[in-house]
C-alpha cells in the first residue's frame, strides 16, 4: 500500500555544533515523501523522501543564505536532497533499524535510521494515517561540505557531526488517488 507523507504533520530538522560549545537547530520546509507501507511485516516496507535544499530554514536569514550558497548545499546546482530506504530491520517491539542511501550535493553515502513505529489510526476522514520517529546522524564532510573556519582557542566554527530527526506522518492513498496517478 502507497502512503504518502503529509507535510502538515511531517518535520524534517537537523542540529550541527556551533564554535564547538552550542547546538544550531534547523529544518527543511519544503518536502516530499512516500512508503510502500505493509502494516502486517514493516520489515518488507520502503520509504523515499526528496528535501528541496532551498527551503532550508535556522531561523536566521544570512546563515540560510550561506548554507544555501556553494560553500555548503549549492542549491543552484543541487536543488534536492534524497532518502531511499534499502533495508528494514525489526529491534523488536515498534523499534526498526532503516538502512538507506541519502544523497547530498550529487553525492550519496550510507545513513541508517533508528525508527519508532507510532502506530496507525483512522482520522475522522476515513484516512489511515501512520506515524514514525526516526533519528541519525552524519558527517557533513562525507558528503563534500567541508567549508570551515578554525578557532582561535583550537575546533571549528561548524561541527561535522549532523543529527537527523524526523517527525513523520503519512497518509494512505486512497483506490481513486491511487488509479488517477498511473
Given amino acids: 500500500m502507497t502512503w504518502k507523507v503529509d507535510n ?18 534547523g529544518h527543511f520546509n519544503e518536502f516530499s515523501g512516500e512508503v510502500e507501507l505493509d ?15 532551498a527551503s532550508i530554514d535556522t531561523r536566521e536569514p544570512s546563515r ?18 534524497t532518502y531511499r530506504s534499502t533495508a528494514i530491520e525489526s529491534l523488536g ?13 550529487g553525492t550519496t553515502r550510507p545513513l541508517e535510521l533508528q525508527v519508532d513505529f507510532l502506530g496507525l489510526e483512522k482520522s475522522p476522514y476515513g484516512v ?8 541519525g546522524m552524519i558527517s557533513r564532510k562525507d ?13 571549528w566554527l561548524v561541527g561535522d557531526e549532523i543529527r537527523i530527526r ?10 481513486a488517488e491511487a488509479g488517477a496517478a498511473s
Avoid at 540560510?64 to 536532497?81: C, G, I, Q, T, W
Avoid at 489511515?128 to 533519528?135: H, K, L, P, S
Avoid at 558528503?143 to 575546533?155: D, M, P, Q, Y
Avoid at 524526523?166 to 483506490?175: M, R
Fill in 93 to 105: 517491539g515498534n523499534r526498526y533499524r532503516v538502512a538507506g542511501e541519502l544523497t547530498i550535493c
Fill in 39 to 53: 502494516p502486517d511485516d514493516l520489515g518488507k516496507s520502503r520509504a523515499s523522501a526528496t528535501i528541496k535544499a
Fill in 166 to 175: 524526523v517527525d513523520a506522518e503519512a497518509n494512505e492513498v486512497q483506490e
Fill in 143 to 155: 558528503f563534500g561540505l567541508t567549508w570551515n573556519v578554525g578557532l582561535e582557542t583550537g575546533g
Fill in 64 to 81: 540560510d543564505a550561506h548554507l544555501r550558497s556553494a560553500d555548503f548545499f549549492d542549491v543552484e546546482k543541487y536543488p534536492d536532497l
Fill in 128 to 135: 489511515r494515517v501512520a506515524g514514525f520517529e526516526a533519528v
Fill in 8 to 25: 502538515a504533520h511531517t518535520a524534517i530538522e537537523f542540529s550541527a555544533r556551533h564554535m564547538m560549545v552550542s547546538t544550531v537547530r
